[in-house]
């Protein structure tokens, strides 16, 4: 699963006050994957070491000149060339010093940009539309530059890529609320145009982000109103004649975001690789309106992979380069690591078991001083969601009443989900707030499960509200068993006298009572499995005093060891999934008293189920016999050493091993009778033909 | 169409020797053979997998390894010999002794010009391939331990060998020993065994791939002289391994049946650096997997259980096709059982001595379906066993039940039968011409008999009771090199048919021992054929399940047969994996002609229409169970009958009743020895 790792701040931004853009032009990479070329929109061109947080070199501008284009860096001859005063391109080298005295080239007309990706030569687009090489249109600076672009459109963005055969100037414009792409081939020279459709009237993409990959130009763009498109350009696709028409380019719907109120303002999306997407500034789904997120979303599952808060105003821009996420945000420039493993569908749905690893793989982060010195402040921000909603118990209930009356059950799955967790987190930190009736609503819809609202079975837990307890742990599918392990322990360790109090599912309740009036009747007959078993082996052995033992203590199994509502609580967790290598640690924390308890409890229920005459019933909910006897060799796993050791459980133990032996006894009789079956059903099938017959056949 | 008595008959105690060695020839697509017992058999995988020939076994030959060079078979085996095979006239044609105790294996550079041998002694000795024979031209270095497997690298200049705990890498020209590479030893209580290297591969960019008794199959490169890679496929040995022609994919077969296969891949798409990736794992032998062949789509496997076992890879071949589908070999092509019609005695073929039966008797008449009080059990009237150590390569009784013939590749031996089959005398005095044959048939009327030899020609014998008589031989107009391995002659005594391995058929005049004809031939191989005894036409049945009736009076094809091939056969017949091994006619109704496989007898009622290929091939069981009208309406001239399994011989005896020879293969599975334990969940 795609991770966000602890960011690290590269630089404070400017204190500009109710200033639009972040003061950052643009980021560049640089020589490796370790330094990038910072361009402040005034005058200054940064070259900072990513890992060290630390600027190398600083060049800057003359007063009254200013930076117009974002520096890059040819890697072919080390050098960086930016544009300032629209005309003037400036060539320069880590060693100068002062900027004014590098190599500089005034040109005829505007320069929209210099691009420059490693392994391709530094191209610039013209803010007309049109595209030179650096190398010759510094053989004659003054040469004219056609005007590609009609006279009211203006270039929006531009991008520069490489393939294996040639190298692309990518531009979007727009013109009277169209948008087009330019294509343009260099060498040989070609240009392409295509329209891109229209979103919803008015609206114009955010952000565009292009990646090369099987042969084909991929452009990402978000709309204000969530909407991610993604369009495909073949780089082999056949060169329309010139003056040809704009063609219109196909679209496809990669994401479609949560907006929250109102349409999105500063935002960016940033392809990550084939199947995530980086996205600023749009809400977290499961955290209110506030934009100020970067999350990363799986588009193949359209899944929310990752996201992290970041403080401050998100001013819609976001680089990546070599794993890391360049963003300005509220005062800081901060990196942020991140990392795509392939996606699978198991990694989608969070199964895959590679969080240990991943957290141990994290770069090491740096302290950042910000953090150190500004902890306190940074706090409050987190907080900023729950302070919304601070409405009294009843009016919450009344809402979620309300809302769970809607009948257009749409999007309900996601409202219900950010609900249960908006509540849920509120509970947990304000003690005196809690909606136990509303979540009981809310559990009730089934569109919840644990890895929407993490906290909610451990705030029930806290807030000893074990029917909310038993509906999650009913409907949830995916409890982890750490969580299953906390109920269970809760469970057993509380008193009968308090467990009577709580108020349970019926249906569950009904179930237990029907078992607990069996134990009555077999009493009465004096007859159970276990006692005939005692009386067999006891026998053989020529004990009569050990008889008279066991027949006290099956005595004492035939009585519930557990109280009627404390039982049908263990019901419960005896129905849940888990996977016993995840489960055997986590039970492992149980005291020996309680695992005492449990086991008594557990074969207690076996000796139920063994009697014929108490089959699981049909309909209700009740654990299968298989359950219980997976739990019990659970628990003997996991406190063997300990349960050995206590002579208080010796009989216990024993009884339990005339279980496992009769158990053997039956299967083992079982396979005789599959024996001889088997060979009935051989006798049946084919009469023995012997080395030598006479028949008749009839043919048809 | 009626009901008939059939002897059911399960006493044919054939046992098929266990394959010991494989070899594949890609060039001319045929698979060569090596059974236990020493026979060798020639599989052509271009005609539908048919055992073309068989070369009968020796007592005192241990075939160990298989190798083609161009078209020539060469063999060699523990008794110490190299032996190279005449394919023409199905015997060995010479052998060179190569004086280095048991040879292990036996390998042929890419040029074909060298052969080498891994002996008992620790030598790999060379042998330079000439036109006509083979010559000793040197020894390699001699190593301590013997040499196990070899394997030629494709441009000929080294030679990896695996010995007892070790590789060896050999410089072919200098005969120098340049790398050792140890290979290790089992853990556990198998440390203190040595470690046998049962199989090795050398591939072109210098891998060499290794198998061995620890139950490993390691990769080492062969430059370096160091391990690259080690997978342990069982707990048992791993003998077998093959490597397509490619070298992207390689099998390797183990004690515990199983046949893993590896490729050549890389880890992930995009990625150039490849590896070998173990990938599949086929199951399809109960007993240890001796021989191993890779062809272009196939893994060919066989071993200790006997059976062949063609398992096309999926990805080289289209799904649901005829390739596509698991061959499994278990019994020969070609028909061990002879039937004296007249006389209701049989006789079966062994590999060292032949079984004389007279059939049992029962009065009285049952219901469809049930079988007969047995009034007179089945009698073994005689057991011959057979002279010298060449094993019997073909048999034939008389259809009066008075005559028995055999030969082996170097004699030829007839005997009379008196009394009802039950006292035997060998015919002494016998016409020199008639020398050693690969097929032999009686006339109708026991007065004649035919023994093919060598360049397709047919020795004609008269029968008389002191002597028999020379009467010609039969030869076809040109030089046909084949052998004959199918005879058959009409009812009247005028026409002889005979079929040879290059698909041609010829039939001749017995009253002029002239060629009358040859019946246009025909793409793929004649598995069985017969004379109508009444219409004189000759039905051939060819490996690819095709069917052709042929005139011997007009020369030309019938008009049936015409009909037939116009409309096709129906795809299940086609689809069908064992060939029709015989060809008889039903006396009482000259439109029945009765062919036979291993799975199904079916009588063809030239009269009724045939099955319709859009309409389901009803079989007699399926026929069966439908009610009356629905039988009329889905019944079609071919009466496939599947009562009957693993059919040997089915043959109409003169009083109307069927004879069925079967062989379940369960008993020859409870025949075979203990496979290796392997620990089943829950013992």
Known sequence: MAALYAGYTLRGLAPAQNRPNSGIQGVEAERDSDHVVVTDSTRCVTLYKVSDQKPLSCWTVKQGHTLTGAAVYNARTQEYVAVSDRKVIRIWKEDDIILDKAFKATVSSDVWRVHCVAGGDPVVLFHRGAVRLLDSLLSAPQQPIEEVLSPEEAISWSTNIVTESQQFVIFTTEQKGDHFLYLQRLNPNSLQRYHLEREEPGLSPLSFSVSYRDKHIRLLYLYPNGHVYESVVSVRAPVPEEGAQALPLPRSLLLSLPVGEGLLQAASAQELDEAHVAVVGVPHPSAGSGKDFLCIWNTNFQTLQAGKEMAGKIYGQLWSFWNKLFIPHGKTFSVIPYDCPKSSLASALGKQRQVKKDESKAPTSVPSWNTLLHEEKAHPSRTAETRKTTAPVEEVQREVQLLLSRTDTQDLQTSVGQLASTLASRSLNDPAFYTPSSLVQLVHTRYLCHSVCPDLVLLALERKDYFLCQLCLQFFPDIPEVVTCACLKVFISMSDVDAAKVNLEPDSVFFMEALIAQEHEAGLNGFSLADEEDRSDNLAEGGATAQRDNEKASAAEQMCPVGLHKAVLLNEILQTAYFDSFLLPHLKDLSSQDVVLFLQYLQFVYLKFSHDACKPTQGLRSPSLTQVMDWMGLLLDAHFTVLVMTPDVKDLLLNLHRFVKSQVRFVSELGKIEGSLQELDKMALKRDVGQYSIEIIELF | ?683
Not at chain 2, 172 to 199: F, I, N, Q
Not at chain 2, 243 to 268: N, P
Not at chain 2, 393 to 407: M, Q
Request: with cysteine; aromatic share 8%.
């Open chain 2, 1 to 683: 169409m009626g009901e008939f008595k059939v002897h059911r008959i399960r006493f044919f105690d054939y046992m098929p020797s266990a394959i010991r060695a494989m070899a594949f020839s890609t060039r001319t697509e045929r698979l060569a053979l090596a059974r236990a017992d020493g026979a060798l058999e020639i599989f052509n995988f271009s005609d539908n997998y048919f055992q073309e020939k068989v070369l009968p076994g020796h007592d005192g030959r241990a075939v160990e390894a298989l190798c083609w060079v161009g078209p020539r078979l060469f063999s060699a085996g523990l008794n110490g010999e190299i032996t190279e095979y005449d394919l023409e006239n199905l015997r060995p044609r010479y052998t060179v002794d190569a004086y280095g105790g048991p040879i292990w294996t036996i390998g042929v550079n890419s040029q074909g010009t060298l052969l080498a041998v891994g002996c008992e002694d620790g030598t790999v000795k060379m042998f330079e391939v000439l036109k006509e024979r083979i010559q000793f031209q040197r020894n390699l270095d001699r190593q301590r331990g013997r040499i196990i497997s070899l394997s030629w690298h494709p441009s000929g200049t080294l030679i990896a060998a695996g010995m007892m705990d070790m590789i060896r890498i050999f410089d072919a020209e200098t005969g120098r020993a340049t790398h050792r590479l140890v290979v290790d030893r089992g853990a556990g209580a198998s440390k203190s065994k040595e470690v046998v290297v049962w199989s090795i591969a050398f591939l072109s960019d210098y891998t060499i791939i290794s198998s061995d008794s620890a139950g490993k199959v390691q990769i080492w490169d062969g430059l370096n002289g160091t391990l690259i890679r080690t997978h342990l496929i069982t707990k048992w040995d791993v003998l077998a391994l093959s490597v397509s022609q490619d070298e992207s994919s390689l099998v390797a077969g183990t004690s515990e049946g199983t046949v893993v296969q590896f490729q050549f891949l890389s880890s992930t798409v995009d990625r150039l650096d490849k590896d070998w990736v173990r990938t599949r794992t086929f199951k399809n032998h109960s007993h240890d997997v001796r021989a191993l062949a890779h062809t272009e789509t196939a893994v060919v496997s066989g071993g200790m259980d006997t059976q062949l076992v063609v398992r096309p890879l999926l990805d080289k071949v289209e799904k649901n096709t005829r390739e596509s589908a698991i061959r499994k070999v278990s019994f020969p092509h070609r028909s061990l059982v002879c039937c004296a019609k007249k006389a209701g005695v049989l006789l079966f073929q062994f590999p060292d001595h032949l079984e004389l039966w007279r059939l049992g008797e029962s009065d009285g008449y049952g219901k469809p379906g049930g079988s007969l009080p047995v009034k007179r059990g089945p009698e073994k009237l005689i057991q011959l066993k057979r002279k010298g150590e060449d094993h019997i390569c073909c048999s034939a009784l008389s259809p009066c039940g008075g005559w028995l013939a055999y030969s082996t590749v170097t004699s030829f031996r007839l005997y009379r039968l008196l009394n009802g089959s039950i006292s035997i005398c060998k015919v002494s005095k016998l016409p020199k011409d008639l020398r050693p044959a690969h097929q032999l048939c009686f006339s109708t009327d026991s007065s004649k008999l035919f023994a093919s030899s060598s360049n397709s020609s047919v020795v004609v014998v008269a029968l008389n009771e002191p002597e028999c008589k020379y009467l010609g031989t039969l030869k076809a107009k040109y030089g046909c090199r084949q052998p004959v391995h199918l005879l058959s002659a009409s009812e009247n005594g005028k026409w002889l048919a005979t079929a040879n391995t290059d698909c041609e058929v010829h039939v001749y005049n017995l009253d002029k021992l002239k060629l009358h004809c040859t019946v246009p031939v025909y793409g793929s191989c004649p598995t069985a054929m017969a004379i109508h005894p009444t219409t004189s036409n000759l039905v051939v049945v060819h490996a690819d399940q095709q069917i052709f009736e042929y005139s011997l009076v007009k020369k030309e094809y019938t008009e049936w047969s015409r009909r037939l091939q116009k409309q096709g056969l129906h795809s299940l017949w086609l689809e069908r994996d064992t060939p029709i091994t015989h060809v008889t006619f039903n006396p009482k109704n000259p439109a029945h002609i009765i062919v036979q496989d291993l799975f199904m007898f079916c009588i063809i009622d030239k009269s009724l229409p045939l099955p319709e290929a859009k309409n389901v091939l009803y079989n007699q069981m399926t026929l069966r169970s439908l009610p009356e009208p629905d039988r009329v309406l889905h019944s079609h001239g071919f009466k496939i009958c599947k009562d009957f399994q693993h059919l040997l011989c089915v043959s109409l005896l003169e009083d109307h009743s069927l004879v069925v020879v079967e062989r379940p293969l369960l008993d020859i599975v409870s025949q075979l020895p203990a496979p290796v334990r392997q620990k089943k969940f829950a013992t």
